[in-house]
């Protein structure tokens, strides 16, 4: 009898669950288990969908800053190289397109996106890197040349003697002549011809009023004949600086500079160095 009643409730429970599958029956208690199951499902599916998408919007603000500061690398670099901004428009979308082919294209997935922004971080961390590098190497190109003798030291574009052999205005025999003469009234302004340390500042036999400043690099330009000096040893000057007033002092037959350049202490021709005009 015992068997029986189990084999009836078997039975039954079978049958149960046969409706329940094949007949369309709806219970109420196993659908709202089924549903909370799918919803549950579809909830862990948007949390991991939605912490994808703050992974990638974290990534994206990550970018932008990295264009900002690309950009503003990009504006000191032209700055140092002379490039005008103006011919650099870093805001302008650079021209793209072509024909679109029939059935060459694809929808792309989340994980496909999330690897092209991960590749295209990669490509401007890269160009970061390499402009900063530019940047350093111009900068130290642009301190090169700025220690470089080049400016004028007068406002005078002539030479009233030049670099060379000679006859000595004051013996008429011919002489070594180991800088330039510029022409000019007494008082214009001296201006060193770049930057560097005041290494004499003093009254020579022979250039009266001088004044050497050592650019680095073995340089150093030489100023004579001064009727003011307005620097003194050890002084740091500036390109362009207003350091003396031309005068007649020392060996001189009337009011002009004497300029030199000397490298390693063996003078040099000035004019390879000057930026004249024309």
Do not use: C
């Amino acid at each position: 009898m015992a068997g029986f009643s189990i084999f009836m409730v078997l039975s039954a429970a079978f049958g149960y669950l046969m409706l329940f599958k094949f007949g369309g029956v709806q219970v109420p208690m196993v659908q709202k288990i089924l549903v909370s199951s799918l919803q549950s499902e579809g909830a862990k599916e948007r949390m991991a969908t939605q912490q994808r998408l703050t992974a990638m919007a974290i990534k994206v603000g990550e970018m932008q800053a990295q264009v900002l500061r690309l950009e503003a690398l990009g504006e000191r670099v032209a700055k140092v190289s002379g490039i005008k901004k103006e011919e650099i428009n870093f805001d302008r979308k650079p021209g793209r397109g072509g024909p679109l082919i029939p059935g060459a294209t694809t929808n792309i997935s989340l994980e496909d996106f999330q690897q092209e922004l991960a590749n295209l971080g990669r490509a401007l961390d890269d160009k970061t890197d390499h402009m900063a590098v530019m940047e350093a190497m111009l900068s130290r190109e642009q301190v090169r040349k700025a220690a470089l003798p080049s400016a004028l030291p007068v406002n005078i574009g002539f030479f009233s003697s030049n670099f060379g052999w000679r006859l000595d205005p004051f013996t008429g025999q011919r002489a070594m002549h180991e800088g330039v003469d510029f022409m000019a009234e007494p008082g214009t302004p001296i201006k060193a011809a770049a930057g560097g340390i005041v290494v004499y500042s003093d009254i020579h036999s022979g250039y009266g009023n001088m004044i050497e400043v050592d650019h680095g690099n073995g340089l150093v330009s030489r100023y004579a004949h001064a009727s003011k000096r307005l620097v003194k040893e050890g002084d740091v000057v500036l390109r362009g600086q207003k350091i003396g007033e031309v005068g007649s002092t020392g060996r001189s037959t009337g009011p002009h500079l004497h300029f030199e350049v000397l490298l390693n202490g063996t003078p040099q021709n000035p004019t390879r160095y000057l930026n004249l005009p024309g």
